[in-house]
Every structure is written in C-alpha cells, then in structure tokens.
C-alpha cells in the first residue's frame, strides 16, 4: 500500500507532501488543475521514464518520493532480500532523483539501484505470470495494452478459475521438455564432428595423463628442483653441524659430556646440583636424535643432474598445461574429468541420444495430458467466467453487451497448455462476438476492465490500485454503479482514483483535492486531504460547476448519506 507521497520542483508542484490510506482514495479537481501531473509522478515510482523539461525552470534537480507499506506483501519483502535491500520495518522507501543534465538516479530504501530493479518491485510488466504481482497497478481510461494481449486473457481466466497450481506444474515440466529438446538438438547439430573431436578430446586426454598428476604436484616439485640445486651447500651445511656438534674436540656433545660426568663428583657435596644440571641430559638426546636425522636427510639429497633435469622438465610440462586447462593442478584434473565425460558421451552417442528422444517422449505425452487437463478445465470455466462478467457489466448499464470467451485448442502445445484463449464482445444479441480490444469503445473498455478487476481482485495479493478516470464516458445511475464497483474493489487493498463524477467521489474513504494556485511569478499545484465539509463542497462543485449552489450542496449532502447507509 502507498502510504505516503513526496515530491519538489517537478513540473508546477514546489513542495507536496500527502498520506494516502487504504480503502477508496478519490482525486478531484477542476479541468486543468494537474491531475495528470500526480499521475506521472506515481508512473515515475512504477519506474516510467520522463524528460528534463519536467524539472522546475531554474531549478537543478526535482525529486520524487514514494513510501509503501509491506507488511501484507511478503513476495516483495522477499524479492527485496534478494537483492540485497533491508526491509526489517516492512516498508520500502522509493526515491526517484532527476536532474537538469538528463540523469536519473533511482533508490530503493536509500539503496542505489536501476529502472529495470524498481519495475521488477512496484510495477512488472508480466502481472499474473509466476504470480509476479505488482505494488501499483495503473488502469488508464485508454489504456487497452493488456486487453490486447491474449496471454493476459489465459492469465486472468486461470486466476479466476484457480489453476495457478496445475499451471505452475505445467509451466515446470514444459521448461524441462525445452530444455531436453535443445540438448538433443544441440547433440544432433555436433554429430558430424564428432570422430575430429573424439580425436581432439583423446589428445588432450593423453597430455594430461602422461604427466600422472596429483594435487599438490606443483609443489612438490618446485620443492624438489630447489633441493637438488642447492644439494652442495645443504651437504656442507650438515657437515658443518656434525663437527660442531659432535666430531670436534670441542663440540656440542663433549662439553655437554663432560660437564654432566663433573657433576657426578659433586654429587656426594650438593645433591641439588645434579637437578639444576639434569636437563643437558635431555638437551644431549636431543641432540643425538636431530644429528640422526641431519645424517638421514643427507642420505636423501640427491646429487644426480639428471633427476634436476626430469623434475624441471616435468615442471616445464605442468605450465604448459597450466596454460591451456587452468592455473592449478586440480584445476587440470577438473578439466581432464571433463573431458573423460565428453569422451564417454560421443563414445555412447547413440545410446544417449535414443535415451534423452525416450525422457522428450515421455514428457511430450505428460504435457500433452496436463494441457488437455488444463484446457479441459479452462473451457468448462469460461462460461462460468463470462456470466460473471456480464452480470458486472449489466450492473453496470451495459445493456445489450454480451461478453464471451473463446477457448480453441492449438494443435501445438506451449508455454501454458494448448489453449488459445481471446475475449469477445457482443454489442447486441443478432452481433458476432469480436475481439474487445478492437470492437470495444472507451467507456466500454473502461467498465470492462473495472469488472475484471472486480471479480479478481480480491483473490490477488493487496496492490495499489490507479484509475485515471476510468468512469469517463459514463453518467447518472451508471456512474453511481461504478462507485460502487471501486469501493468494493478497495476492500482489502487500495484504491486511488482520479474522477470528474460525483456519484463516483460520494463512495470515497479518503477524498483529495487537488488546485492550481497562480501568481505573477508563476503556478504551482496544491493537493489536501478534505475534511467532511470540505468534501461536501467538492462534490457539490463535480455536480453544478465553479458556481456551488444551494440545490448542489443538498445533492452532495444526499449522495453521501446515500453511501453512509
């Protein structure tokens, strides 16, 4: 839900700032007045571009502020996770900044973002698909676009039916059948080049093996080659140790020998002196064990040139290797995994390929009964649908109009079944049905798409709802019915609507009033919310004109005792 509005220096609005509630939202306001200009600052937060012009002459940037309340919407709560957006108050903060050089920044909970990012949380293109619905959803007197598209029509009709979950399995296991239909043609589009590429494969195959690699191979090698090139100075530096510590007259051992033998003969004179002398006992076996292992250790160095050059030469290969399969030696054997895979599948072609044309086979046929299922289903339904519609629509006043749904089956499945699904209208009983987006007149479709969302909304998710003058095109008693149709539209979610009829701006929760205020420098838009008597005022003003008049302000006070009964 929109909670709240801000915006400065964009077109004539200096300074706004409105709340907005749940429940029926009314805009008035005299012809010109700006109500187009709240508009597009709403399609702004649904992440619509606009142009520099808009920015206040003289002015360097203009902003636009949309706050939305989320507690009802946890889908979005959680697409904003995902990207990484905190929403531990379970709001979103939308900020839209342009400026004078044509640049346009976009912040989602003070979080730098992109166009793209804001469209996929307030306003995605693609309503009812994967239940991607939106914040804010704009429903504009001439705006058929979604009546024009037929996926539209299957999507409303399967969410009124309720067959989002037999869809969404459809929807699963047809993304599978073209998945394994690409494999197989990409499999069969490789064939030719199969036995150059088996050859190829083998090559790499027997490089990598030849060199019998193992992880940490690197390594051991590069420990190995400076160990051998420094195999003199090693040797000397042990031979060095021995004569310090043990050949010489004077080495480590003897001393250490000879102190520990004097220390006997002070025995009898001070016992305590052999404990304050005993740790050169530990200190000498110490000394033996790590002469033992010195010796050992120069057993082991190797003097031979030619293992240097067998260990360089191996070393050589490795960053060849390297170079071509990876930086790391367990990079290499992944690659050579690989590769052993690829091999096994030209090898197995046949077998493969007769394998993944049994899985499509089978898939085909699941799809193909899952569609008919769901055809099945959708066309049992439309009638029920339609009747619903039409009972919208005579509540509404439209006579004689009869709308239907036309449900064929495709020879062909596709992303959502076999159904090819298409509105139609009637203008009279001897008529034939014809597509609504191209038959239907402004106010038709307008009281069209009112009785679509009537019937779906309140099975969706709460959204924001947008009527630009949806009730344009219709008066007296119908204009009354269409007040009724918003108000129950807004029982559970929002409802904001710019109307010019009074019996429409009668059923309002909240009524907002919007005015031009001129000056000799220059105009500016203001916006309130009316209190009671105010509101009587304005409908009184929607029913006689600029001149409020004792007849207009009873029929205003009437209209809304009317709604409050």
């Given at each position: 839900?929109?909670?709240?509005?801000k915006?400065?220096?964009?077109?004539?609005?200096?300074n706004?700032?409105?709340?907005?509630?749940?429940?029926?939202?009314?805009?008035?306001?005299e012809?010109?007045?700006?109500?187009?200009?709240?508009?597009?600052?709403?399609?702004?937060?649904m992440?619509?571009?606009?142009?520099?012009?808009?920015?206040?002459?003289?002015?360097d940037?203009?902003t636009?502020?949309?706050?939305?309340?989320l507690?009802?919407?946890?889908?979005?709560?959680?697409?904003?996770?995902?990207m990484?957006i905190?929403t531990?108050?379970?709001s979103?903060?939308?900020?839209?900044?342009?400026?004078n050089q044509?640049?346009?920044?976009?912040?989602l909970?003070?979080?730098?973002?992109?166009?793209?990012?804001?469209?996929?949380?307030?306003?995605p293109?693609?309503?009812?698909?994967?239940?991607d619905?939106?914040?804010i959803?704009?429903?504009a007197?001439?705006?058929?676009?979604?009546?024009q598209?037929?996926?539209?029509?299957?999507?409303?009709?399967?969410?009124?039916?309720?067959l989002w979950?037999?869809?969404?399995?459809?929807?699963?296991?047809?993304?599978?059948?073209?998945n394994?239909?690409k494999?197989?043609?990409d499999?069969?589009?490789?064939?030719?080049?199969?036995a150059?590429r088996?050859?190829?494969?083998?090559f790499?195959y027997?490089?990598?093996e030849?060199?019998?690699l193992k992880p940490?191979?690197?390594?051991?090698?590069e420990?190995?080659?400076?160990?051998?090139?420094?195999s003199?100075?090693?040797?000397?530096?042990?031979?060095?140790?021995?004569?310090?510590l043990y050949?010489?007259?004077?080495?480590?051992?003897?001393?250490i020998?000879?102190?520990l033998?004097?220390?006997?003969?002070?025995?009898?004179?001070?016992p305590e002196l052999?404990?304050k002398?005993?740790?050169l006992?530990?200190?000498k076996?110490?000394?033996?064990?790590?002469?033992?292992d010195l010796?050992d250790?120069?057993?082991?160095?190797?003097t031979d040139?030619?293992?240097?050059?067998?260990?360089e030469?191996?070393?050589?290969?490795?960053r060849?290797?390297?170079r071509?399969?990876?930086q790391?030696?367990?990079?290499?054997?992944?690659h050579?995994?690989?590769?052993e895979?690829e091999?096994h599948?030209?090898?197995?072609f046949d077998?493969?390929?007769?394998?993944?044309n049994i899985?499509?086979q089978?898939?085909?046929?699941?799809?193909?009964?899952k569609?008919?299922?769901l055809?099945?289903k959708?066309?049992?339904g439309a009638?029920?649908?339609?009747?619903?519609i039409?009972t919208?629509?005579?509540?509404l006043?439209?006579?004689?109009v009869i709308?239907?749904?036309?449900?064929?089956i495709?020879d062909?499945i596709?992303p959502?079944?076999?159904?090819?699904?298409e509105f139609?209208?009637?203008?009279?009983?001897?008529?034939?049905?014809?597509?609504?987006?191209?038959?239907?007149?402004?106010?038709?479709?307008?009281?069209?798409?009112l009785?679509?969302?009537?019937i779906?909304?309140n099975t969706d998710?709460?959204?924001?709802f947008?009527f630009?003058?949806?009730?344009?095109?219709?008066?007296?008693?119908?204009?009354e019915?269409?007040g009724k149709?918003?108000?129950?539209?807004?029982n559970g979610?929002?409802v904001i609507c710019?109307t010019?009829?009074?019996?429409?701006?009668?059923?309002?929760?909240?009524h907002?009033l919007?005015?031009?205020c001129?000056?000799?420098s220059?105009?500016?838009?203001?916006m309130?919310k009316?209190?009671?008597?105010?509101?009587v005022?304005?409908?009184?003003?929607?029913?006689s004109?600029e001149?409020?008049?004792?007849?207009?302000l009873?029929?205003?006070?009437?209209?809304?005792?009317?709604?409050?009964?």
């Amino acid at each position: 839900m929109l909670t709240e509005l801000k915006v400065n220096q964009f077109a004539i609005i200096d300074n706004l700032h409105i709340t907005f509630e749940s429940g029926l939202n009314i805009i008035s306001g005299e012809t010109g007045a700006g109500k187009s200009i709240i508009l597009k600052c709403l399609s702004m937060l649904m992440g619509q571009k606009t142009s520099t012009n808009i920015i206040q002459q003289g002015k360097d940037s203009a902003t636009i502020i949309g706050a939305f309340e989320l507690s009802d919407r946890p889908d979005i709560i959680s697409k904003l996770s995902e990207m990484g957006i905190d929403t531990s108050e379970d709001s979103l903060i939308v900020r839209r900044v342009l400026n004078n050089q044509g640049k346009s920044k976009v912040y989602l909970n003070d979080n730098l973002s992109t166009l793209n990012s804001l469209k996929k949380v307030v306003a995605p293109l693609i309503e009812f698909t994967n239940q991607d619905a939106p914040l804010i959803e704009m429903t504009a007197q001439h705006d058929n676009r979604q009546l024009q598209s037929t996926n539209y029509h299957l999507d409303i009709l399967d969410l009124y039916l309720g067959l989002w979950d037999l869809r969404s399995e459809y929807e699963s296991d047809y993304k599978k059948f073209k998945n394994l239909e690409k494999e197989i043609h990409d499999i069969k589009k490789n064939q030719p080049n199969h036995a150059q590429r088996l050859d190829f494969l083998k090559f790499q195959y027997r490089e990598i093996e030849n060199l019998n690699l193992k992880p940490g191979e690197e390594s051991v090698l590069e420990n190995k080659i400076k160990t051998l090139k420094s195999s003199s100075q090693l040797n000397e530096y042990i031979h060095l140790a021995e004569q310090l510590l043990y050949s010489s007259d004077k080495s480590c051992l003897v001393v250490i020998h000879n102190l520990l033998e004097k220390a006997e003969e002070y025995k009898s004179i001070s016992p305590e002196l052999l404990k304050k002398i005993s740790p050169l006992s530990q200190a000498k076996t110490l000394i033996e064990e790590s002469l033992y292992d010195l010796r050992d250790f120069s057993s082991s160095i190797s003097t031979d040139s030619s293992q240097l050059e067998k260990h360089e030469s191996t070393l050589n290969s490795l960053r060849k290797l390297q170079r071509k399969y990876g930086q790391s030696v367990e990079e290499i054997l992944n690659h050579k995994t690989s590769i052993e895979e690829e091999i096994h599948n030209i090898e197995n072609f046949d077998t493969k390929l007769d394998d993944l044309n049994i899985k499509l086979q089978k898939l085909s046929n699941s799809l193909l009964s899952k569609a008919q299922n769901l055809h099945h289903k959708r066309s049992k339904g439309a009638d029920i649908f339609s009747k619903r519609i039409n009972t919208e629509l005579l509540d509404l006043n439209m006579k004689g109009v009869i709308f239907s749904v036309q449900c064929d089956i495709s020879d062909a499945i596709g992303p959502y079944g076999n159904t090819l699904s298409e509105f139609l209208i009637k203008q009279n009983k001897k008529d034939i049905p014809r597509p609504i987006a191209k038959v239907a007149s402004g106010g038709e479709l307008s009281r069209i798409l009112l009785s679509l969302k009537r019937i779906t909304g309140n099975t969706d998710v709460p959204r924001t709802f947008l009527f630009d003058e949806v009730d344009t095109g219709v008066s007296g008693p119908t204009a009354e019915k269409v007040g009724k149709k918003l108000k129950e539209i807004s029982n559970g979610q929002q409802v904001i609507c710019v109307t010019h009829l009074p019996q429409v701006a009668a059923f309002s929760d909240h009524h907002y009033l919007i005015e031009k205020c001129n000056t000799r420098s220059k105009t500016t838009l203001h916006m309130k919310k009316l209190i009671k008597t105010e509101k009587v005022n304005e409908i009184a003003r929607l029913i006689s004109g600029e001149k409020i008049t004792k007849t207009s302000l009873a029929h205003a006070k009437q209209l809304l005792n009317q709604q409050a009964l």
